[in-house]
């Protein structure tokens, strides 16, 4: 009996071993190659918005190249006029005593149910942050 039992412990010894052989050698990794490749559709993206805006600006600098946008800019931006044009400033009128201040209403923050982090955990976003 005693070494049946003996035998029964060593069995589930050998599986537990297993299990954590199993997770320690698959689960981890797994979770820091998700990481990474999150991290690299994050860079895929933020580099597509540079170039975006960089195409923008790369337009805005032939833009100035001309005489009339220089000069549409220095119209709209500093007030310059030509000799002989009046130039006019409109005034907004000064805030009257009506307004109310209104005090921030605090919003009560959720959290995410357990399973969410296990899910998280396991597909490595915790470890992006996004």
């Known amino acids: ?3 049946r039992r003996s035998r029964l412990l060593l069995g589930v010894a050998v599986v537990v071993v297993l299990a954590a052989s199993v997770l320690l050698t698959n689960v981890f990794p797994y979770r820091k190659i998700l990481a990474q490749q999150q991290q690299v559709a994050n860079a895929r993206e933020q580099l597509e918005a ?5 195409d923008r600006l790369e337009a805005d600098a032939v833009a100035l190249g001309s005489d009339s946008e220089v000069e549409r800019l220095a119209r709209e931006n500093l007030g310059y006029v030509r000799p002989g044009e009046l130039a006019y400033v409109v005034l907004e009128p000064p ?6 201040e209104v005090e921030p209403v605090e919003v009560p923050t ?4 357990w399973y969410e982090g296990v899910w998280d955990f396991l597909t ?3 470890l ?3």
């Open 50 to 54: 540079l170039q975006t805006e960089n």
């Open 95 to 100: 805030a009257t005593q009506a307004t109310q």
């Open 128 to 130: 992006v942050g996004s």
């Open 124 to 126: 490595g976003k915790d």
């Open 110 to 113: 959720e959290t995410a149910p």
């Open 1 to 3: 009996m005693t070494q």
